[in-house]
T-cell receptor, first 109, second 117 residues
């Protein structure tokens, strides 16, 4: 089973690009990589999902190298409201969910 | 289309009582997930259910905890004989039928905050 590992916390400043990397060394062929965002006292919210290469949507990009053993969530030009916990999740083809412990991102003015 | 609904939002129980947490998935969603989040800690997967079936309960404590998702009605997470350590936020999420591979977008409810006195 894939195990997901991500940094416990990160700091950045408004207007910067933030990259959060998740390691999933044992990822299997049919597994997808998903990222969620959670604000205090709220349920997590889906940000982006990908299988390989690069995926981009209106809020983030997800970079996945060819070996798929890691993935990087990229948040362009962060603001104070991006302060949250970000979770990496590997979803296996046989329905198993392997969540990371979450990265607490603090954005400073 | 209403989102995932959880009730109650706050639940207070005394040690030894039973707690029942309800989750109504989004319309058209047949998969439900339960998570526990202790104060200042990360999200912990508990159980994954499809209508009338438990798909993965690897995160469920072996005793006192049970979950169901009947053909009709909400999903229920039941905690018997609660202890103080059960105090946490319990989140439910739902997703539509998984159509292929591992693609899975979960929609989370607002959570139930359980306090055990």
């Amino acid at each position: 089973l894939a195990k997901t590992t991500q940094p416990i916390s990160m700091d950045s400043y408004e207007g910067q690009e933030v990259n959060i990397t998740c390691s999933h060394n044992n990822i299997a062929t049919n597994d997808y990589i998903t990222w969620y965002q959670q604000f205090p006292s709220q349920g997590p919210r889906f940000i982006i999902q990908g299988y390989k290469t690069k995926v981009t949507n209106e809020v983030a990009s997800l970079f996945i190298p060819a070996d798929r053993k890691s993935s990087t969530l990229s948040l362009p030009r962060v603001s104070l409201s991006d302060t949250a916990v970000y979770y990496c999740l590997v979803v296996s083809g046989n329905y198993q969910l392997i969540w990371g412990a979450g990265t607490k991102l603090i954005i400073k003015p | 289309n209403a989102g995932v609904m959880q009730n109650p939002r706050h639940l207070v129980r005394r040690r030894g009582q039973e707690a029942r947490l309800r989750c109504s998935p989004m319309k058209g969603h047949s998969h439900v997930y339960w998570y526990r989040q202790l104060p200042e800690e990360g999200l912990k997967f508990m159980v994954y259910l499809q209508k009338e079936n438990i798909i993965d309960e690897s995160g469920m404590p072996k005793e006192r905890f049970s979950a169901e998702f009947p053909k009709e009605g909400p999903s229920i997470l039941r905690i018997q004989q609660v202890v103080r350590g059960d105090s946490a936020a319990y989140f439910c999420a739902s997703s539509p039928e998984v159509t292929g591979g591992g693609y899975n977008e979960q929609f989370f409810g607002p959570g139930t905050r359980l306090t055990v006195l």
